[in-house]
């Protein structure tokens, strides 16, 4: 379980294809103690340490996890967002993230706006259906704000700190992006979803 909050960003130092999946190994900054079998969300998605050697740390990609994420495009050179798992005890500043990427969503505008850029990012109807606007939302493993929401497209904002301290600095019109919504929210929708139908059918 992790919190939204990015600790560190990596570059990506190699890409390569394996019989099960993809292989992506980065090359974190000094101040990580980090051991094999670790979870760690890499730009939101809970990914194992499979090896460390130095600062190089390497994970495996399953063909599911490919197919819904950003996975596929990463390439060597590119920022990824880092955070390490939640532990008991720790301060919860973002909100709940499970590392459980629930797809992919596109910035199709963005606004610099004093100080702060908003987004405008299309996703599926069904990943629309589970962002509640002022809720929370994780975008590449970042804890978000939901500023707006309609029936194909929802909006954040990003302060300044976030923009220089997580790779959504660079973040530009086309970037695909990795969405888990809050789970808090699914519950309580799922919820008042389950009250509604049950009313309906003791009307019938």
């Not at 979870?39 to 340490?49: D, E, F, L, P, R």
Request: hydrophobic share 40%.
């Amino acid at each position: 379980m992790f919190t939204g909050i990015i600790q560190k960003t990596a570059h990506v130092t190699s890409v390569a294809k394996t019989k099960t999946g993809v292989a992506v190994s980065v090359r974190v900054l000094n101040g990580w103690k980090l051991h094999e079998g670790q979870s760690i969300a890499v730009n939101g998605i809970c990914s194992t340490v499979r090896t460390l050697k130095g600062r190089t740390v390497a994970f495996d990609y399953v063909l599911e996890t490919i197919r819904k994420t950003t996975v596929h495009w990463w390439r060597e050179g590119d920022m990824l967002n880092l955070e390490q798992s939640l532990r008991l005890g720790d301060p919860l500043d973002g909100h709940v993230v499970m590392g459980h990427v629930e797809g992919r969503g596109r910035i199709d505008a963005l606004l610099a706006e004093k100080g702060e850029k908003l987004f405008k990012i299309s996703a599926s109807r069904e990943i629309i259906q589970g962002i509640i606007k002022k809720g929370s939302i994780a975008l590449d493993g970042v804890s978000l704000t939901v500023i707006d929401v309609a029936d194909t497209w929802f909006a954040v904002a990003l302060i300044p700190y976030t923009l220089s301290h997580t790779n959504w600095g660079k973040h530009a019109v086309g970037t695909i992006v990795n969405i888990e919504t809050d789970i808090l929210g699914r519950q309580r929708m799922q919820t008042v979803l389950g009250t509604y139908a049950k009313k309906k059918h003791r009307q019938r």
